[in-house]
């Protein structure tokens, strides 16, 4: 949690959230969200420079990922927890009993493992050691601009 809320920080101070990963409102229509699903369907290969930013699917579902499947799985975490929820019992209750906790659990977790498996394809498909690289290191190859 400390490394969630040290990233989110840390993205409001750098401005990397606004800059990086909220898309712009011309890219919010659904024919850009849908030529863009298309062409990842079709595992066509983007450009060189391309590859290195973030395209309006990746910018939404990075948001979604970080905002609200990473959230809903600690919250839901929480509220399955006997001990937490004999301290806090509304936690459950807001979301309907242990059960509904449970399910909602699998849920966000079974779509945070889908996501890794498609960003890993995707990470295949656009260079992953290259990718990998300029991640751990910094290293951008020549003539290309970072996300």
Do not use: C
């Not at 509220?79 to 004999?86: E, K, L, N, R």
């Amino acid at each position: 949690m400390l490394s969630a809320l040290t990233y989110v920080a840390a993205g409001i101070a750098t401005r990397h959230l606004r800059k990086d990963l909220l898309p712009a409102k011309a890219d919010l229509n659904w024919k850009n969200i849908a030529g863009v699903i298309s062409s990842h369907l079709r595992w066509k290969r983007t450009s060189a420079d391309e590859a290195w930013t973030y395209n309006v699917v990746q910018r939404l579902t990075y948001l979604i990922v970080v905002f609200v499947l990473f959230p809903g799985v600690l919250y839901t975490g929480l509220a399955m927890s006997f001990g937490v929820s004999s301290v806090f019992p509304i936690m459950a209750t807001a979301l309907g009993g242990f059960q509904s906790a449970r399910t909602l659990h699998f849920v966000f977790v079974s779509m945070l493992v889908i996501f890794f498996i498609v960003h890993m394809a995707m990470l295949v498909l656009v260079g992953f050691w290259s990718h990998v690289r300029a991640m751990n290191h910094g290293y951008v190859p020549k003539g290309r601009n970072a996300p």
